[in-house]
Nanobody, 122 residues
Framework: QVQLVESGGGLVQAGGSLRLSCTASGRTLGPYVMGWFRQAPKKEREFVARSNWNGDTINYADSVKGRFTISRDNSKSVALQMNNLKPEDTAVYYC????????????????WGQGTQVTVSS
């Protein structure tokens, strides 16, 4: 069992930056595929980024490519650096873990954090 806790959300102006962190308790994140998703009000949860177990395979949603960076800081933490934020990035951001890669959609992930709110003002 993996418990995930996100932190680092907040309110920022358009063009600003935030760094989200996802920390695990219970066990290390070493063998897991780690993903970030987001959900805006009245919208479905959508894929943002994912990293395989050692960070050498990384994917991003087209909407964040070139602005967001996922990284595995250590065996118990994964981060999402978000630069040049836009109002349309406003959402609750979730980190998720999967025992193996099955795709970039929410149903492919077994473990989820509680989410952290990111609000970007124009």
């Amino acid at each position: 069992q993996v418990q995930l806790v996100e932190s680092g959300g907040g309110l920022v102006q358009a063009g600003g930056s935030l760094r989200l962190s996802c920390t695990a308790s219970g066990r290390t994140l070493g063998p897991y595929v780690m993903g970030w998703f987001r959900q805006a009000p009245k919208k479905e949860r959508e894929f943002v980024a994912r990293s395989n177990w050692n960070g050498d395979t990384i994917n991003y949603a087209d909407s964040v490519k070139g602005r967001f960076t996922i990284s595995r800081d250590n065996s118990k933490s994964v981060a999402l650096q978000m630069n040049n934020l836009k109002p349309e990035d406003t959402a609750v951001y979730y980190c998720a873990a999967s025992s193996y890669y099955r795709g970039n959609y929410p149903e492919a992930y077994e473990y989820w954090g509680q989410g952290t709110q990111v609000t970007v003002s124009s």
